[in-house]
């Protein structure tokens, strides 16, 4: 019978929040709920563990600090859970950053873009994503950590 892993020898995944995400909780509570950006990231913590997985998380209302994350996750990390905000419609340095990691990239969004404004249906991150989730509040924490899973367990 072997071990349980540890955090030491797990996948890492990195999830990476960009601007106001920090405000989850009380930011528009009837779009984004009430939940804050911490619970969010224990819900993918307690995934990932129940998954094998591990979970680096950051938060940045800063492009060039979110690209520079990206950036460092190549070679550590074997997937990114990216729930880039406003960084969604314009950053193509971002999008460039993504496209250039090895692994999975999911693109994860608590509200649904499409059913909003028509700015917020552009995505320069969806080209360079293995796929979205959007529209399902916290839910979607977990089940982007589930398609990551998933994807690993394929490669």
Do not use: C, K
């Amino acid at each position: 019978m072997s071990a349980p892993a540890t955090a030491d020898d797990r996948a890492t995944v990195l999830l990476l929040s960009g601007p106001n995400l920090n405000l989850l909780g009380s930011r528009e509570p009837e779009i984004y709920g009430t939940a804050t950006l911490a619970d969010h990231v224990e819900t993918a913590t307690t995934t990932a563990a129940a998954l094998g997985l591990a979970v680096e998380a950051m938060a940045t209302n800063a492009e060039a600090d979110a690209v520079e994350a990206v950036h460092r996750a190549r070679g550590r990390h074997r997937a990114i859970v990216v729930n880039p905000g406003a960084f969604t419609h314009y950053s193509w340095a971002l999008h460039d950053a993504l496209a250039a990691f090895e692994g999975p990239v999911i693109e994860l969004h608590l509200s649904n873009p499409d059913a909003r404004e028509p700015w917020r249906r552009t995505s320069v991150v969806a080209p360079v994503a293995t796929g979205t989730i959007a529209g399902f509040g916290g839910d979607g924490y977990r089940l982007a950590i589930e398609a990551v899973a998933h994807l690993l367990d394929q490669g």
